[in-house]
T-cell receptor, first 115, second 116 residues
């Protein structure tokens, strides 16, 4: 069975500093990978996803993530964060060929931006 | 123009009561979901429906019963509420491609349930 690990439960960063949120996955078969963001008191929305092709994926709000198959990682990065990026970030995985319902979420990383 | 809406947004109730949460999507999607997010933000799928047919039921107590009157609506009824049911419940939807797991899911704003 697949699993997702987000090692950092909280990441405090100063405004305009770069940030990396880590995500590692475990699966015996090929996967699709996702990053979702949850702003305070809201539902989740998709930031970006990796399906195939280029391992560097660009998403909304200046975020990008890189798929590294050998390290089974899909870390999320942003070169310069803003106060508005304060949110909970979830990495998620599905197995290729399975149903979209079989999505597994990580435990989330809270990104807090300090002025 | 809310894509996925839920009512109510907040729900405070006593143990033992029965309550319902409603979800509607106007995206034309065929698949809808219910998720439970606990106090530690852990998100777990409960149910999934495709065009009114139940396709996922993830070891949820029988007290939870989803109902889909049509593909745009998925309601969640909870009987005999317990303290441990306190959580945020999210509805979501995705286009109908059950065989393709690369679908994006679109989430509602959540219903914050507090059982006293």
């Amino acid at each position: 069975a697949q699993s997702v690990t987000q090692l950092d439960s909280q990441v405090p960063v100063f405004e305009e500093a770069p940030v990396e949120l880590r995500c590692n996955y475990s699966s015996s078969v090929s996967v699709y990978l996702f990053w979702y963001v949850q702003y305070p008191n809201q539902g989740l929305q998709l930031l970006l996803k990796y399906l195939s092709g280029s391992t560097l994926v660009k998403g909304i709000n200046g975020f990008e993530a890189e798929f590294n198959k050998s390290q089974t990682s899909f870390h999320l990065r942003k070169p310069s964060v803003h106060i508005s990026d304060t949110a909970e970030y979830f990495c998620a995985v599905t197995l290729r060929g399975s149903s979209a319902s079989k999505i597994i979420f990580g435990s989330g990383t809270r990104l807090s931006i300090r002025p | 123009d809310t894509a996925v809406s839920q009512t109510p947004k907040y729900l405070v109730t006593q143990m033992g009561n029965d309550k319902s949460i409603k979800c509607e999507q106007n995206l034309g999607h065929d698949t809808m979901y219910w998720y439970k997010q606990d106090s530690k933000k852990f998100l777990k799928i409960m149910f999934s429906y495709n065009n009114k047919e139940l396709i996922i039921n993830e070891t949820v107590p029988n007290r939870f019963s989803p109902k889909s009157p049509d593909k745009a609506h998925l309601n969640l009824h909870i009987n005999s509420l317990e303290l441990g049911d306190s959580a945020v419940y999210f509805c979501a939807s995705s286009p109908d491609r059950r065989s393709w797991s690369g679908e994006t899911q679109y989430f509602g704003p959540g219903t914050r349930l507090l059982v006293l």
